[in-house]
């Protein structure tokens, strides 16, 4: 079956510590990725996906298909980082409603 | 362009009520979903719909739930005959194309 896993609840680390927020899928085919970020009382928006390679806010995001993961990373993180993260995967051959993983809390302290 | 509107944002029913959230979706936009997200638990996808019709509701209850998205007007989530186990936020999310979601703020609904 298809479904994302975040094994971490939260994750809290100290200012200028890198950060990485672990993803891993299951699907039969190529998959494409996203990750998408609630901050604190505001709505769930795209942060990247990984066919754009892009950086956003210093966050990246590689695809690595032979441990079916696509973990988020970042070298230092700044405390405006705390926020929801969530790890999706589209279904575009369903309409392209997505799957979410549970969710991973990150706190970065002062 | 106004990005998806919910509303409302907080709403609270009695068991056995109904309960009717909206969501108007960005201009231009002719696809929505419906996810929930239940208290400590990630979101899940419950209906896609286009004007006037229901693609996939493969992720709704098969009760008492329900979905449309007029011709004219937000779409609609209904869940009749509430009870505690509904209380979850409820995000809408618009799209041009399926390729990419906008979401709404969410409503939280709490059964008491």
């Known amino acids: 079956a298809q479904r994302v896993t975040q094994p971490e609840k939260l994750l809290s680390v100290f200012k200028g510590a890198p950060v990485e927020l672990k993803c891993n899928y299951s699907y039969s085919g190529s998959p494409e990725l996203f990750w998408y970020v609630q901050y604190s009382r505001q709505r769930l928006q795209l942060l990247l996906r990984h066919i754009s390679r892009e950086s956003i806010k210093g966050f990246t995001a590689d695809l690595n298909k032979g441990e079916t993961s696509f973990h988020l990373k970042k070298p230092f993180a700044q405390e405006e980082d705390s926020a929801m993260y969530y790890c999706?995967?589209?279904?575009?051959?369903?309409?392209?409603?997505?799957?979410f993983g549970q969710g991973t809390e990150l706190s970065v302290k002062p | 362009n106004a990005g998806v509107m919910q509303n409302p944002r907080h709403l609270v029913r009695r068991r056995g009520q109904e309960a009717r959230l909206r969501c108007s979706p960005m201009?231009?936009?002719?696809?929505v979903y419906w996810y929930r997200q239940l208290p400590e638990e990630g979101l899940k996808f419950m209906v896609y719909?286009?004007?006037?019709?229901?693609?996939?509701e493969s992720g709704m209850p098969k009760e008492r739930f329900s979905a449309e998205f007029p011709k004219e007007g937000p779409s609609i989530l209904r869940i009749q005959q509430v009870v505690r186990g509904d209380s979850a936020a409820y995000f809408c999310a618009s799209s041009p194309s399926r390729y990419e979601q906008y979401f709404g703020p969410g409503t939280r609904l709490t059964v008491t």
């Open positions: 719909l286009q004007k006037e019709n229901i693609i996939d």
């Open positions: 999706a995967l589209p279904f575009y051959n369903q309409g392209g409603k997505l799957i």
């Open positions: 201009k231009g936009h002719s696809h």
